[in-house]
């Protein structure tokens, strides 16, 4: 891939309507190429000066002042190859599927163009499918960037097809599983509403009935375990909608623990977790310590048809780490 050298320089006034807010903000209301988490690194990494002075993300400007960012060049061409660690679980002549982690964006895109998938797939492997376009080499389908577990990735063009024409007649089997906040009121049910964008908040999703731009959304769930307080929950989706699980979930009154957007925290700790399962003690050390700081909502389970073979393929991520240390907790009771 081929990136330009050179940085770009820019160079605000702050005017009367910006005194008072953030300069990532201002940045972010001025530089539309970027996303404000991309400008944000920007002036973390101290590439931000107001009036010759290095600042923070935080601090907030005053009119008049002046404001020069130094910004690096966005990738325009693909993913860098990165020689990022990656936990194989199945690979042969026509595929690969990897156990994605969680916090890693599946595929460059504004404001995230290094640590990837794609970047880490490049780097490995010298042959992988390019009919999603540069910036998604051999990727077949998507996780969300806090969701871990199985993801299938295509080295050939003919496999892709073969993948992706799995995924449209819905003869692809997907199983997640998710720890939510909340009860459930059924043990098993059927979840078929429309998912479109949210009226007002554009990074969510929601249910959305006779919306123009909604779409068909079906997910089956089974109450696996219940706790006071929180459900383990096995998902199958039918559809493949953005955020849907994520969405009928908190539809019924039990969104994903630690779901940003739809449970409104992002992050627990071993008190946290113990005063809502209503069975906290007076504090106890270790109290403090987070146990899960990304949404627990994990690919647990993939079955497809092999595009070559024919064969039926049934391929397993174990439940990683965080999420089955807040699991074990939740059994312990303490």
């Known amino acids: 891939m081929t990136e330009p050298a050179s940085e770009r320089l820019y160079q605000h006034t702050i005017e009367a309507g910006e005194q008072g807010q953030r300069i990532d903000a201002v940045l972010a209301s001025r530089l539309d190429e970027y996303s404000r988490v991309f400008l944000r690194r920007v002036v973390q990494d101290q590439a931000a000066t107001v009036d010759g002075v290095v600042v923070k ?119 997640y599983f998710a720890l939510t906040l909340g009860q459930i009121g059924f043990d098993r049910d059927v979840v078929n509403l429309p998912i479109g964008p949210h009226p007002y908040q554009r990074d969510k999703m929601a249910i959305r009935k006779g919306h123009p731009q909604s779409k068909p959304a079906e997910t089956r769930y089974e109450v696996t375990e219940r706790f006071a307080g929180f459900c383990a929950v096995k998902v199958e989706p039918k559809t493949g909608r953005t955020h849907q699980i994520r969405v009928h979930l908190d539809h019924l009154g039990a969104p994903v623990l630690c779901d940003r957007l739809y ?66 907790l939740l059994r312990s009771g303490s």
């Open 57 to 175: 993300p935080s601090f907030k400007v005053r009119a008049g002042q002046q404001l020069l960012v130094r910004l690096p060049p966005p990738p325009v061409d693909g993913p860098q190859p990165e020689d990022i660690p990656l936990n194989i679980l199945f690979e042969d002549d026509a595929l690969i599927a990897v156990d994605k982690p969680a916090g890693m964006v599946v595929h460059p895109a504004k404001g995230n163009w290094k640590g990837t998938l794609a970047s880490a797939l490049c780097f490995r492997f010298q042959q992988l499918s390019d009919l999603g376009g540069v910036t998604r080499p051999g990727i077949v389908h998507r996780l969300d960037r806090d969701t871990s577990g199985v993801i299938l990735v295509a080295k050939s063009n003919s496999v892709h097809l073969e993948l992706s024409a799995q995924f449209e007649q819905r003869q692809v089997h997907k199983e």
């Open 263 to 328: 449970a409104g925290h992002a992050r627990i700790n071993r008190g946290e977790l113990l005063k809502r399962k209503a069975l906290k003690q007076p504090d106890q050390p270790g109290d403090e310590q987070v146990i899960l700081q990304r949404q627990a909502l994990h690919a647990r389970r993939i079955q497809f048809r092999h595009p070559l073979t024919q064969q039926e393929m049934v391929i397993e991520s174990p439940l990683h780490a965080d999420m089955q240390a807040v699991l074990d």
